[in-house]
């Protein structure tokens, strides 16, 4: 089968450093996605990592290591607006489709 | 500015009813979704369908079908509506290959059955 897991809730303060984990199985791998949700709103894409490594768009990083079937999304400097819901999907290109999995997703609260 | 159109925003159906929910995109996507999303169960895949006419099934398409009648236009219908399809329902597009990471979402449509 194929499965992601992330943590269900994470809480972190104003200005500090949070990290979301994330470990998947899957039969086939082809990318980690990762996306952001505010209540009410849609999912909207994050980043990707293809390959092993640290991609970074502003405060915001995401690692892989495919070896470790683990990734994890780095959020930096921590503000009120990034309280939401961040979900890491991958990549299932089996069969020639193109559809992600998503994980359930961790919800992150941001304190003053 | 891409952009992913949901029907309703709301809706409220009785149980038995048939119900319609549309998707378009303007972004010319080969790819099209529809997830129902409940708490702590994250992104649930329906239906996709990677060409007009195509359609595959996901991973919960019981008491759903959908149509791609043109490239644009994704629809889901629920033939006769069960209360425990009560749920938000997300549609969603993306290219295909080394673009289908990135899936572009609409604003939702929260369905209740009563």
């Known amino acids: 089968g194929q499965s992601l897991e992330q943590p269900s809730e994470v809480t972190a303060v104003e200005g500090a450093i949070v990290q979301i984990n994330c470990t998947y199985q899957?039969?086939?791998?082809?990318?980690l996605s990762w996306y952001q949700q505010h209540d009410g709103g849609a999912p909207t894409f994050l980043s990707y990592n293809g390959l092993d490594g640290l991609e970074e768009t502003g405060r915001f990083s995401s690692f892989l290591s495919r070896s470790d079937s683990y990734g994890y999304l780095l959020l930096q400097e921590l503000q009120m607006k990034d309280s939401a819901s961040y979900f890491c999907a991958v990549r299932d290109g089996a069969g020639g489709y193109n559809k992600l999995i998503f994980g359930a997703g961790t919800r992150l609260a941001v304190h003053p | 500015d891409v952009k992913v159109t949901q029907s309703s925003r709301y809706l409220v159906k009785r149980t038995g009813e048939k119900v319609f929910l549309e998707c378009v995109q303007d972004m010319d996507h080969e790819n099209m979704f529809w997830y129902r999303q409940d708490p702590g169960l994250g992104l649930r895949l329906i239906y996709f369908s990677y060409d007009v006419k195509m359609k595959e099934k996901g991973d919960i398409p019981e008491g759903y079908s959908v149509s791609r009648e043109k490239k644009e236009r994704f629809s889901l219908i629920l033939e006769s509506a069960s209360t425990n399809q009560t749920s938000m329902y997300l549609c969603a597009s993306s290219f295909t290959g080394t673009g289908a990471y990135e899936q572009y979402f609409g604003p939702g449509t929260r369905l209740t059955v009563t």
């Open positions: 899957t039969s086939g791998f082809y990318g």
